[in-house]
C-alpha cells in the first residue's frame, strides 16, 4: 500500500537508471525541490533498496540491463506494495511507455528529460495521490458513523447513528439515562450497551427490574429488600435489587408503573444514594448508575398526577430516544438477516436467507410491535421453513393481510399491538378466555395486576356488560 515513507514530510523518490549521468542530473534536481532522493544503476539494485525503505515515487528508464523498468514494474504491482511508477522512455519506446501505463505505470516522460516536465509529472502524482488519501480517511470517517451494529444493537439508521454516538459520550460518566421508546424497539439491549461501553464498568453488576410485573408491596421489596416477618410471607432477611447493584448498574424498566409512593423512595436513592429495607429502620447506602426505561410519555403522566415532576428530572440527566422500526425501514434487511442467523443457529437448521418477495413483504409492514415482532415472526419462519430459504409462505397470516396480528389473534403480546385500542384488544382476549383473568393476562403478555387495573380503566367487568347489552 502506497504510504508515505518520510516522518518530515519529504517524499522519498528512487532514481533507477543505467546512465550515471542521467542519475547523477535528475537526482540533483529532485534534491533541489526538496524531495529526499536515492538511487540505482538497474531494476534488480532497486529491489535490493526496497527491502531496505520505502520509496514514495519510482522513476525508472524502461531500457536497463539485467532487469528493465518493465520487468521492475510488473515486480512491484505483483508485491503490491502501492509504489506509483514514472518511466523513462526515448521516442522509439513509447508504444511500450503507453503499454506500461496499461499496466499500471503512473506516467512516462521522453528524454531527454525536461526538468519543468518532470517537476509537473510528480507535482500532479502527489497531489494526486494526496487526494486518495484524504478520500480514504473520508470513507472510514463515513463508515464509521454509519456503523450497522453496535455491541447487540443492529441499525445503520441516522437516529441510531446518534445513539451509538451517545453512549460513546456518556460512557465515561455514571450518569442517569432515562430511555424512550415504544415496546419491542430494543430499550433493554441499549442498556446493556451502555453498561458494557465502557471497559471499567462492564465487569461490574448489572441488575433488571420490570416495575411492571409486580405489585407495590413486591416491587418494594424487590428493589429495596427486606427483614424477616416485615410482611406476609418475608419469611427471611433479603437483600434489595439495589444493594446487589452496588457499584454497578440497575435497569428499572417500565418506571412509569411505579407508585407515587415508591416514587418517593426512588428519589431519595437517585439524591442521596439511600434506602432502608421493608421493615427495617437501618439505613444501607449504593453507590449505583441507573438506566431507567418506559414506553409511556412521563410529561403526559405528571400532568395527570401520576408521576413525581422531581424524580423526572432526576432521571431525565440524559434522555435517549429508540425510534419505533416504522421509522427506520432501511434497518429491517439488516434485522432480518441477523435474527434469521441467530434462530437458524438455535435451531440447527441450514437456512441460508430470504427471498426477495419475503423481504419486500418485511419492509412493507408496519411493525406495531417493533424489533420484538420483526424477531417473533422470523423465529417462527425458520422454524416452519422447508427449505434453505424464508419466503413469504413462512409467515403467519396477518403479514400478508398486512395489518397487525392483535387484529385477528390473541397471541400477540399486549404491548405489541400498540395500534389497536387497548379496550378492544382486552375485550376480546376476555371473550376468548371465557373472562378467564390469569389466562386472559398470559395471553396478552403482562401481568393480572397490569390487567386487573388495565379492565377497571376501561369499566371491562362481565356483569356490567350483560346489564349494557340488555339495555
Not at 532514481?15 to 532522493?37: A, C, K, N
Not at 419469611?235 to 417500565?254: P, V
Not at 447506602?285 to 403522566?301: H, P, S
Not at 443457529?345 to 420484538?372: C, F, Q
Request: include cysteine; glycine fraction near 6%.
Amino acid at each position: 500500500m502506497y504510504k508515505s515513507s518520510n516522518s518530515n514530510g519529504r517524499h522519498h523518490i528512487l532514481v533507477v537508471d543505467d546512465e550515471p549521468l542521467v542519475r547523477r542530473s535528475l537526482s540533483e534536481f529532485l534534491t533541489l525541490e526538496g524531495y529526499s532522493v536515492s538511487s540505482a544503476e538497474n531494476g534488480r539494485e532497486a529491489l535490493e533498496l526496497l527491502k531496505k525503505y520505502t520509496a514514495d515515487i519510482i522513476i525508472t528508464d524502461i531500457k536497463m540491463p539485467e532487469i528493465d523498468g518493465i520487468q521492475l514494474l510488473k515486480q512491484i504491482k505483483r508485491e503490491q506494495t502501492g509504489i506509483p511508477v514514472i518511466l523513462i522512455t526515448g521516442y522509439g519506446s513509447i508504444d511500450s511507455a503507453v503499454n506500461a501505463i496499461k499496466d499500471g505505470a503512473y506516467d512516462y516522460v521522453t528524454k531527454p528529460i525536461v526538468d519543468s516536465e518532470i517537476k509537473l509529472v510528480i507535482e500532479r502524482l502527489i497531489k494526486q495521490r494526496l487526494l486518495q488519501e484524504e478520500n480514504v480517511k473520508l470513507k472510514q470517517q463515513l463508515s464509521a458513523s454509519q456503523r450497522e451494529r453496535f455491541h447487540n444493537i443492529v441499525g445503520k439508521d441516522e437516529k441510531m447513528q446518534k445513539i451509538y454516538t451517545l453512549i460513546e459520550a456518556i460512557s465515561s460518566t455514571r450518569a442517569t439515562v432515562l430511555i424512550h421508546g415504544e415496546s419491542g424497539t430494543g430499550k433493554r439491549v441499549i442498556a446493556h450497551a451502555i453498561h458494557k461501553y465502557n471497559e471499567l464498568e462492564r465487569e461490574k453488576p448489572f441488575i433488571e427490574v420490570s416495575c411492571g410485573a409486580l405489585t407495590e408491596t413486591l416491587l418494594e421489596s424487590e428493589l429495596f429488600g427486606h427483614t424477616r416477618g416485615s410482611f406476609t410471607g418475608a419469611i427471611k432477611d433479603r437483600m434489595g435489587r439495589f444493594e446487589l447493584a452496588d457499584k454497578g448498574t440497575i435497569f428499572l424498566d417500565e418506571i412509569d408503573a411505579s407508585s407515587p409512593a415508591l416514587q418517593v423512595k426512588l428519589l431519595r436513592v437517585l439524591q442521596d444514594g439511600e434506602f432502608e429495607r421493608v421493615g427495617d429502620a437501618k439505613t444501607i447506602k449504593v453507590d449505583v448508575r441507573v438506566i431507567a426505561a418506559t414506553n409511556q410519555n412521563l410529561q403526559e403522566l405528571i400532568t395527570q398526577g401520576k408521576f413525581r415532576k422531581d424524580l423526572y428530572y432526576r432521571l431525565n440527566i440524559i434522555s435517549i430516544d429508540i425510534p419505533p422500526l416504522r421509522e427506520r425501514r432501511e434497518d429491517i434487511p439488516l434485522l432480518a438477516e441477523e435474527f434469521i442467523r441467530k434462530h437458524a443457529r438455535h435451531t440447527s437448521k441450514k437456512i441460508e436467507g430470504i427471498s426477495d418477495a419475503a423481504m419486500r413483504m418485511l419492509s412493507g409492514y408496519h411493525w406495531p410491535g417493533n424489533v420484538r415482532e420483526l424477531e417473533n415472526v422470523l423465529e417462527r419462519a425458520v422454524i416452519l421453513s422447508k427449505g434453505k430459504i424464508v419466503t413469504p409462505e413462512d409467515f403467519p397470516p396477518f403479514l400478508h393481510a398486512g395489518k397487525p396480528a392483535g387484529d385477528d389473534e390473541y397471541n400477540l403480546k399486549l404491548k405489541d399491538a400498540l395500534q389497536s385500542p387497548e379496550k378492544v384488544l382486552i375485550l376480546k382476549a376476555l371473550h376468548s378466555t371465557n373472562w378467564n383473568r390469569n389466562e386472559t393476562a398470559r395471553v396478552l403478555g403482562i401481568n393480572r395486576t397490569t390487567l386487573y387495573k388495565k379492565m377497571n380503566k376501561f369499566g371491562l367487568r362481565k356483569n356490567a356488560l350483560a346489564n349494557a347489552e340488555k339495555r
